[in-house]
């Protein structure tokens, strides 16, 4: 059984940074996509970005620039650091991960971090 660990949001001022982590554990596996999105009140749950094994990453257009997804394969961590935020990345983060166990692969999610921007 993998679980999901997420950990570094927090409380932030305007142009300030985070670096979201996501740790994988549980199993023998290999990520093959990693994805991040976010909630904010009363909106939908949104993609931020993305990375596929082996293809190009995917970054929506409100945090390209500054967000960037990476991973640490020896730690089975996936990143998000977050640059220049603002209020408007407010928000619940959660981790979405594909991992392949052996032939087959399994969709899994974090618990979710809260980030707040604010002064």
């Known amino acids: 059984q993998v679980q999901l660990v997420e950990s570094g949001g927090g409380l932030v001022q305007p142009g300030g940074s985070l670096r979201l982590s996501c740790a994988a554990s549980?199993?023998?596996?290999?990520?093959?996509?990693m994805r991040w999105y976010r909630q904010a009140p009363g909106k939908q749950r949104e993609l931020v970005a993305m990375?596929?094994?082996?293809?190009?990453?995917y970054y929506a257009d409100s945090v390209s620039g500054r967000f960037t997804i990476s991973k640490d394969n020896a730690k089975n961590t996936v990143y998000l650091q977050m640059n220049s935020l603002n209020p408007e990345d407010t928000a619940v983060y959660y981790c979405n991960l594909i991992l392949q166990v052996l032939t087959l692969q399994y969709e899994y999610w974090g618990q979710g971090t809260q980030v707040t921007v604010s002064s």
């Open positions: 549980g199993s023998s596996f290999s990520i093959r996509t």
């Open positions: 990375h596929n094994s082996g293809g190009s990453d």
